[in-house]
């Protein structure tokens, strides 16, 4: 026995850590990947800054650019959604969550790629979504292909999903600490000590082909020698709830957007178009707003780089047509806007403390920082990843910590108000509450009908009551189902009411209609829940027709939630 738990530990340990290389290094060359396609057609349809001042000497030919590739970029997204993802809509690291907290099969591969390929497109065509949701989707996808093999290991799908994602974040941020606890944060919403192993591994795969191989620059490069008075801490603080504000607007303003787009007469396919021709008619005037916009968030943390003015007016524009371009079904992600919303944010805050407070602060660069992770951070619900990336792309002791006091003032406020992310909300809208945790996610997706036993005493409208009396006590049982001639539930039949009447009392006026009934979609968790004051044998469960299937002994429901929550600590706490 003990030769054969080394050899499964073996087995374990190699196939897991197999997984982890390979996952890990296709998403992080998929990432890059995609990366690069985005900047290909970000030059070569006149989105990014550089394409576009070498066109200024064909300002006519630029301007119907800056208008048409958003339009046809959203009528073309919104074909190939239509009648290419099952789903019909794009697909986001909700639905990584979904798969691995309710342990269902993720989407198809086909819908996960042509998913991908619209988010390439609209972030190609300059629609203001952002860049790091379809990448850790498709790292996530690429870890699911992964756990859909018959490897005989428990778990799987859900450890190759966290591989994929650690690295194409690690990947895009050249942060691999910040990909393995966003991996961790995110998506298994736990620390697995079966996981952690093979999704740090991924990680550092991912750092290791974007840093070592191909030698990839970082996000952003600052200068900051440190935070010169204490008292600046309270301002980050403050920045930090200010920062927490936003978050809720932004969610809310990307809610409303999609209500808006369900009510406007316009197919669904259609939808992207309008955005984008919104989007290429404000940017006739507003540039800055098409895109990912990484040019603007470096400028963000050079002084002096926009007027006050400016860095207003791109926020609040950047705010509205982000939500109208996820709102109306382009295909991209909040992260990268958080970011950009953020920094600018902060930047604007940096700028005008100067001149409503008479006291010498650090500059510009810290607080742009602490804005774009204190946005980021409550609208994705990932402090600890936010705060690592500060660190990671930084280097800088000082500014993580003053990051750090942002970002914890932030999540405080954004999650008394909102919840824990915008993904979150997102499952809360298809029906998936995961604010009460894993325990209750998983326990709701187990159809209590997995438990149904077929051995219950029935009895038939005609029959007498000695009958029934004496079966129930033949059976050991104290109630009997009572059913029509077509086999409809009519009634629970109780052993004591039969006892005290008399034999020739018809037996239809002595069923009870029962407190507890089950049907076909009800949960183990729903069955917890209305078994609560329950006092009887079993359970009924019928048929939308009214047909009995069987009964529920209340033992079992209990057995279904210890085997299924023994399942979960096992999953988090053994190590192999």
Not at 250 to 264: P, T
Request: aromatic residues 8%; contains cysteine.
């Amino acid at each position: 026995m003990a030769r054969l738990d080394v050899q499964q530990a073996a087995y374990r340990i190699l196939v897991v850590s197999a997984v982890a290389v390979v996952v890990g290094t296709v998403a992080s060359l998929a990432a890059i990947a995609f990366v690069e396609a985005l900047h290909f057609l970000n030059d070569r349809l006149l989105i990014s800054p550089y394409a576009r001042i070498q066109m200024d000497h064909r300002p006519l030919w630029l301007m119907a650019a800056t208008v048409l590739v958003p339009t046809l970029g959203g009528l073309l997204v919104g074909i190939i959604v239509r009648w290419g993802v099952d789903e019909r809509r794009g697909l986001t690291p909700a639905d990584a969550i979904l798969a691995v907290q309710t342990r269902r099969p993720p989407p198809r591969l086909r819908s996960g790629l042509v998913s991908s390929l619209a988010a390439l497109l609209s972030l190609g065509s300059g629609a203001s979504v952002g860049q790091y949701g379809p990448l850790a989707f498709l790292g996530a996808h690429l870890g699911g292909l992964a756990g859909r093999l018959r490897l005989r290991l428990k778990n799987l799908q859900a450890i190759a999903i966290a591989c994929g994602v650690a690295a194409a974040i690690s990947t895009a941020f050249n942060a691999p600490i910040a990909g393995l606890v966003f991996a961790h944060e995110v998506i298994l919403r736990h620390y697995s000590l079966r996981a952690f192993a093979p999704v740090t591994v991924a990680a550092a795969i991912g750092y290791v082909v974007d840093n070592v191989l191909f030698d990839r620059p970082p996000l952003f490069r600052v200068n900051f020698l440190g935070v010169e008075h204490s008292y600046e801490f309270v301002l980050f603080a403050v920045e930090g709830v200010l920062c927490a504000g936003l978050a809720v607007a932004f969610i809310l303003l990307l809610q409303s957007s999609g209500r808006l787009a369900q009510c406007l007469p316009l197919p669904d396919w259609g939808r992207p178009a309008a955005a984008g021709l919104v989007l290429g008619l404000v940017a006739l005037w507003l540039p800055e707003v098409l895109g990912i916009g990484q040019e603007t968030l470096r400028f963000a943390t050079i002084e002096s780089a926009f007027a006050v003015h400016e860095l207003a007016l791109i926020v609040v524009a950047k705010l509205a047509l982000t939500a109208l371009c996820i709102g109306f079904g382009f295909v991209g992600g909040v992260f990268s806007p958080a970011l950009l919303i953020g920094i600018l944010f902060g930047a604007l805050y940096g700028v005008i403390l100067p001149l409503v407070l008479p006291v010498p602060l650090s500059g510009q660069v810290v607080y742009a920082v602490c804005g774009m992770m204190a946005m980021a951070s409550a609208v994705i619900g990932a402090p600890l990843t936010t705060i690592l990336i500060v660190f990671e792309l930084t280097r800088s002791y000082d500014l993580t910590i003053a990051a750090m006091v942002a970002v914890v003032f932030s999540n405080l406020v954004s999650y008394r108000v909102m919840g824990r992310s915008i993904f979150d909300i997102q499952l809360r809208e298809r029906g998936f509450d995961l604010s009460l945790g894993r325990d209750k996610a998983i326990l709701g997706t187990h159809p209590v009908r997995d438990f149904i036993s077929e051995r219950f005493t029935t009895a038939t409208e005609g029959e007498e009551v000695a009958a029934v009396r004496d079966r129930l006590v033949k059976d050991r049982r104290s109630e009997a189902m009572l059913l029509d001639a077509r086999g409809l539930y009519l009634g629970t039949l109780h052993l004591q009411d039969l006892d005290s009447v008399p034999v020739d009392q018809a037996i239809r006026t002595l069923a009870s209609s029962p407190e507890v009934l089950f049907h076909e979609d009800t949960t183990v968790w729903q069955s917890m829940e209305l078994l609560q004051g329950f006092l009887g044998e079993a359970v009924p469960m019928v048929a939308t027709d009214g047909r009995l299937l069987g009964v529920v002994p209340e033992e079992a429901v209990i057995r279904a939630y210890l085997e299924i929550i023994h399942d979960l600590r096992q999953e988090e706490n053994e190590a192999a």
